[in-house]
């Protein structure tokens, strides 16, 4: 059983920057896709950003130009870097595989992200 392991939260003031770290049981996003996800309280978990097995790369509109996603080479950690964050990106953020509206693996148990001045 794949374990992730999201880690790198904390609290910033607007405009500021974190690093989200994935570290997963095994070089599973060479066979998968990773993606990063959150949930803000009161709402659904959403998806933010994906990256495929050859390295293509999408983001939800809300966070495009302000996240990048990537992974190390041995595709065994994933990376969510988030510039620019605003108080609407206060959210729990874990990473899975994306399986269409479903994802692979277990959740993880997140990371706190919260933008506050």
């Known amino acids: 059983q794949v374990q992730l392991v999201e880690s790198g939260g904390g609290l910033v003031q607007p405009g500021g920057s974190l690093r989200l770290s994935c570290a997963a049981s095994?070089?599973?996003?060479?066979?998968?896709?990773m993606g990063w996800y959150r949930q803000a309280p009161g709402k659904d978990r959403e998806l933010v950003a994906t990256?495929?097995?050859?390295?293509?790369?999408d983001y939800a509109d809300s966070v495009k130009g302000r996240f990048t996603i990537f992974r190390n080479n041995a595709k065994t950690t994933g990376y969510l870097q988030m510039n620019n964050l605003k108080p609407e990106d206060t959210a729990v953020y874990f990473c899975?595989?994306?399986?269409?509206?479903?994802?692979?693996?277990?959740w993880g148990q997140g990371t706190q992200v919260t933008v506050s001045s």
């Open positions: 899975n595989a994306p399986r269409g509206r479903l994802v692979h693996f277990s």
């Open positions: 095994g070089s599973v996003f060479s066979i998968v896709a």
């Open positions: 990256i495929t097995t050859s390295g293509s790369t």
